[in-house]
């Protein structure tokens, strides 16, 4: 499975953004997806992960009410809508997917490349 990812750059605090991520190669069935991001000289942390159907959601305490995580199973792609961001959300924002749904946990069996957001003040 390859994940690629796109939509990152630099905004101002209170603005948005969209990322995207898009999975190609072998794929494996009714695959979770979801993001993660990295802020520098921070561990990695979960952001929001979707189940396959697209009913069933999970969010980071951090970023309920401002970011918002959809997909399009036909085209293989998972969005996140970032709105009302602060500068502590710059970090590198990764694309992951599970086999399983597991919310918060979701543990990341594949990744994709990074897409760096920065926020400024």
């Known amino acids: 499975v390859q994940l690629q990812a796109s939509g990152g750059g630099l905004v101002q605090a209170g603005g948005s953004l969209r990322l995207s991520c898009t999975a190609s190669?072998?794929?494996?069935?009714?695959?979770?997806m979801g993001w993660f991001r990295q802020a520098p000289g921070k561990e990695r942390e979960f952001v929001a992960g979707i189940r396959y159907s697209g009913g069933i959601t999970s969010y980071a305490d951090f970023v309920k009410g401002r970011f918002t995580i959809s997909r399009d199973n036909a085209k293989n792609t998972v969005y996140l809508q970032m709105n009302s961001l602060k500068p502590e959300d710059t970090a590198v924002y990764y694309c992951?997917?599970?086999?399983?749904?597991?919310?918060?946990?979701?543990?990341?069996?594949?990744w994709g490349q990074g897409t760096l957001v920065t926020v400024s003040s």
């Open positions: 992951a997917a599970d086999r399983v749904f597991r919310g918060p946990k979701m543990r990341g069996d594949y």
């Open positions: 190669g072998r794929t494996f069935s009714n695959p979770v």
